[in-house]
Every structure is written in structure tokens, then in C-alpha cells.
């Protein structure tokens, strides 16, 4: 553990630019959400419920980035074993799970009003579960694993593999769906839209960002109470 | 239904959830940090 | 040449694990007389009309395999972790790719036999007729065995080695394994139902695909999961 990585969490928050950082992702996604709502037209076929685009493909696109997240710390973790890469990956995952369980009840909240149905085994929404069900197992995979190296290796590997599997999924299913001839969500974005959507894209990035930090040094404190205790125990004294 | 319900179900169901995953990031961190004061609180520095 | 050193290691690995396996008969019998079990709460599930009996056999008959799979994998490590051997095992250089290799041969002949048992049960009772294309069928099962048994060998390996092992293997394997399950219930499917679109030479395409890519990652990864 470097000491700088010490010095950026030990010290009370408002020493760090973080906390600074976290308000203002919070207060430009809200800004981001009422100009989005109020500048744009409602579509021609969806209406009023092309604004739940707004919050719905954002949440999408934050729940694809994380694998990349956990794909990237997992396989640095592999190639450094520094404990930051790894406490890094885990909270990707953790903060990617709260994303995909949004996502998909934000994909019912739209299906159910355009198609009548609460679920439809489209291929995005289909493969967005699939994902959820491997973040879950990543996260039970870290809880039920005690020793720190064998979780730490364990999790970078079940996290690299299941990332390399995401498009593998969608792209089986989306493939399984034409077969079955089933129509597939709209694609196009109408350009009326587009700055609304990458607006609340970018405010949603910050907030991930603020959380996937927040979480880290939470986990990076209590990595160094462990070792403070492990250091008593052995009778070594002073840190560092 | 009306449309503007679930455009309203939406935007609840998304601060709901990132509020929620706030609060518990505040509650992790807060666990931590009385962890580790604990823990280097019997001179361990 | 130390490739042919290394295949040698596997097959007595495979050949080791087979014999365990045929001594403790009640290993295979019960493990497919399960997934034939888990084949007749199908069909209970499913009712009694032909139709969809026959439409869901090729779904069915892979879940049934998988299930019942599942618990082969787990136990292949068993006798290792009770004796302890993993761990001199692993000290031997250039092993670690040959236990693997080693267990996924043995798996895949488990879970074959097992899967071909499976598979005259269910046509038995959903009724399937045997196509005339049925060389191709075997060839089917054989490629959505392997990618089933590569998958399933590879997280048990961690699985077995910690708490709560019965539900973390499905946990971690079952996501991993959507891609092959499709593409092999597809290609199943197509073919029994007479090949009408010609679906059955994409999605087997498809699945050998599945097949090479899970080999060489898990392959790969093992090393990672095995040395610690």
C-alpha cells in the first residue's frame, strides 16, 4: 500500500476533492434531466414516454461501461497484484450491479406501457439480465471467499471471463431472437433528442465515477484497519 | 395508465436508486472508518 | 517434446479420475438417474399434450444434462481436496495445464454417457422423432458437451474449493454457459424439428465457435485458479 494511497483517504473528507465532485454530478444530472425534459418534443409514436430514454438509456450505457471497469482492475490486478486494483474491480462490480437492476426496471417501465407486456425476452434487455445474474455471482464469489489472495485472483479472473462473455451473450441472443422473428426495441435515436440523451449520458458518468470512488475508499480503509490489526497482532509496533 | 405515470415511475425509480446506493455507500463508509479507527486507535501507528 | 509429456499427465489424470468413477458405480448410475428424473419433472411441468412436449425436448433434455451436471463437476476435485493432493500436484512443473486437461476429459466422457442416456429418455417420453440426420445430432451433442463440460470443469475448480460450493457453481456457471445452452438447444432443436430453415449448420457453426473460444480462455485462466 503506497502512502499516497494513505494520504488521499485517511484525512477528513473535505480535504479531498471528491465529496466536491460527488455534489456536482448529482446537482448537473438533475439539471441535465429537467432541460432534456423540457427542450424536447414527444415523439411521434412513443409520446410523452420518450422521456424515459432520459434516465433509461444512460443507466444502459453505465452498465455496459462497468464490465469494461471490472475487465480492466481485474486484469491489472492479474498483472500487478496490488490490493488497489482489486479493491478497484470490486467496487466497479458492486456500483455496475446498482446500475443493472436499474436498468432493467427502467427496461419494464418502458415495456409495459409500449408493448403491454411487464417483460419481453428482447435481446438488450435479455442480455442486461444475464449480466446482472453475473455481477451477482461475482459479488457471492467475494463474500464467500475468506482469504484476501484467493478472493482477490478468484474475482479478477470470474470478473475478466465474465466481461469477455457480455457481447459473446448478446450477440447469441440477439441471434436467437431474429431467428424467432420477433421484433427488436428501436434503435435510431431521432437527432431532436441526441444533445438531451449525451447530456444525461455525461451526468450519469460522473455520478458512477463518484460512486465507484466513494466505494473504494470505503473499501481501502477497511483494508487498512485489517491491516493495522493484523500488524498488532504480530507484534510489529509502528506503521510505516 | 397514463403515459406521464410510468415517465414518473422512471425518474422515481432511478433516484430512488441512486439515493439508496448513496445511502449505503455513507453507511460502508462510515463502518470503515470507525473499522479503522479502532483499529489504529491502541497506538498501532 | 514436453506437449506429448503433458498429454500423457492428462490422460492418467482422466484415466484416474474414469476408474474412481466406475470403482464407486454409484457415482454415474445415481447422477443420471437423476437427470433422467429431473427429465420427468420436465415433462410434468410441461403436461401431457404431445405438441409441446416435443417442442420443449430439446430444451428440456440439455437442462436435465446440465442439472444433473453439475454435480459431477463438483466432485471431480473431490478426491484431490480430501487427500489433500492438490496442492503436490501443482508442485510438479508444467502439471497445471494437464490436470486441467485431465479432468475435462474425464468430464466429458461423464457427462456424454450421460447426456446420450438423457436423450433416448427423451425421446421416449417427449415423443421426438429420430431424424434421418441423426449422424449430425451426435455431432451436436458432442460440441455442446464440450463447451458445457469446459465451462463446468473450470468453475469448479474454484467452486469446490470454498463455502457454500452447490449453490456457487450454478451461480458462477449458468450466466457463463447462456451462449452455449442457446446455441445448442438451438442447433438441437432445428435438427429434430427436420432442419426447415436450415438454422441447425449456424447455430452449430456457432457453437463450435463458443467451443474454441471457452477452451482456449479457460485454458488460459486456469493456471490463475489453480496456484492459489
Not at chain 3, 124 to 131: A, C, G
Not at chain 3, 168 to 176: D, K, N, Q, R, T
Not at chain 3, 200 to 228: C, H, P, Q, S, Y
Amino acid at each position: 500500500m503506497t502512502t499516497g494511497a494513505v494520504a488521499s483517504v485517511v484525512p477528513k473528507s473535505h480535504a479531498s476533492r471528491w465529496p466536491v465532485f460527488g455534489w456536482f454530478a448529482f446537482l448537473f444530472l438533475i439539471a441535465s434531466q429537467i432541460t432534456a425534459i423540457a427542450i424536447s418534443p414527444p415523439d411521434r409514436d412513443m409520446g410523452d414516454l420518450q422521456k424515459i430514454m432520459y434516465v433509461h438509456v444512460p443507466a444502459a450505457w453505465m452498465t455496459m461501461l462497468s464490465p469494461l471497469a471490472v475487465l480492466y482492475f481485474g486484469l491489472r490486478y492479474l498483472w500487478t497484484r496490488r490490493e488497489e486494483d482489486d479493491l478497484l474491480a470490486a467496487s466497479s462490480a458492486e456500483v455496475a450491479t446498482t446500475f443493472a437492476g436499474l436498468t432493467l426496471a427502467l427496461g419494464m417501465i418502458w415495456a409495459r406501457p409500449t408493448w403491454g407486456v411487464w417483460w419481453t425476452w428482447d435481446a438488450r434487455l435479455t442480455s442486461m439480465l444475464v449480466l446482472f445474474l453475473m455481477l451477482a455471482g461475482y459479488l457471492a464469489l467475494r463474500a464467500l471467499i475468506d482469504e484476501r489472495e484467493r478472493r482477490a485472483q478468484w474475482s479478477a479472473v470470474v470478473g475478466v471471463l465474465g466481461a469477455l462473455n457480455v457481447p459473446i451473450v448478446y450477440m447469441s441472443v440477439r441471434w436467437w431472437r431474429t431467428i424467432h422473428q420477433i421484433q427488436s426495441s428501436p434503435e435510431t435515436v431521432d437527432r431532436a433528442y441526441v444533445v438531451g440523451l449525451r447530456l444525461n449520458a455525461f451526468a450519469m458518468l460522473f455520478v458512477m465515477i463518484y460512486f465507484v470512488r466513494r466505494r473504494y475508499e470505503a473499501a481501502l480503509l477497511e483494508r487498512m484497519a485489517e491491516r493495522a490489526i493484523e500488524r498488532a497482532a504480530l507484534g510489529q509496533g509502528a506503521a510505516r | 395508465m397514463s403515459n406521464w405515470m410510468f415517465v414518473g415511475a422512471a425518474f422515481a425509480a432511478t433516484w430512488i436508486a441512486l439515493l439508496g446506493y448513496l445511502a449505503h455507500l455513507q453507511r460502508t463508509m462510515r463502518r470503515s472508518r470507525d473499522l479503522f479507527e479502532r483499529a489504529t486507535k491502541a497506538g498501532n501507528r | 517434446m514436453s506437449w506429448r509429456r503433458e498429454w500423457r499427465r492428462a490422460r492418467a489424470i482422466a484415466w484416474k479420475d474414469l476408474r474412481t468413477e466406475r470403482r464407486s458405480k454409484a457415482g454415474f448410475s445415481s447422477v443420471t438417474v437423476l437427470a433422467v428424473t429431473i427429465l420427468v419433472l420436465f415433462g410434468f411441468a410441461l403436461g401431457p399434450d404431445a405438441s409441446v412436449g416435443r417442442d420443449a425436448a430439446p430444451g428440456v433434455i440439455w437442462l436435465a444434462v446440465l442439472f444433473a451436471g453439475v454435480l459431477a463437476f463438483n466432485r471431480c476435485y473431490q478426491i484431490e481436496l480430501d487427500g489433500g493432493s492438490l496442492e503436490q500436484l501443482i508442485l510438479y512443473p508444467g502439471t497445471r495445464r494437464a490436470i486441467f486437461a485431465g479432468k475435462l476429459l474425464a468430464n466429458f466422457v461423464f457427462v456424454a454417457l450421460m447426456l446420450l442416456v438423457v436423450v433416448f429418455a427423451g425421446i421416449v417420453l417427449f415423443q421426438v422423432r429420430i431424424p434421418s440426420s441423426w449422424p449430425a445430432l451426435v455431432g451436436i451433442l458432442a460440441a455442446g458437451t464440450i463447451g458445457l463440460v469446459t465451462l463446468g470443469t473450470f468453475y469448479a475448480a474454484m467452486a469446490s474449493r470454498s463455502r457454500a460450493r452447490e449453490v456457487l457453481l450454478p451461480l458462477l456457471l449458468f450466466p457463463m454457459l447462456v451462449p452455449v445452452l442457446l446455441a445448442a438447444m438451438e442447433a438441437t432443436k432445428a435438427l429434430l424439428g427436420g432442419n426447415v430453415m436450415g438454422d441447425a449448420g449456424a447455430w452449430t457453426r456457432l457453437l463450435v465457435a463458443f467451443d474454441v473460444i471457452f477452451l482456449v480462455a479457460t485454458f488460459l485462466a486456469f493456471e490463475f485458479v489453480i496456484e492459489v
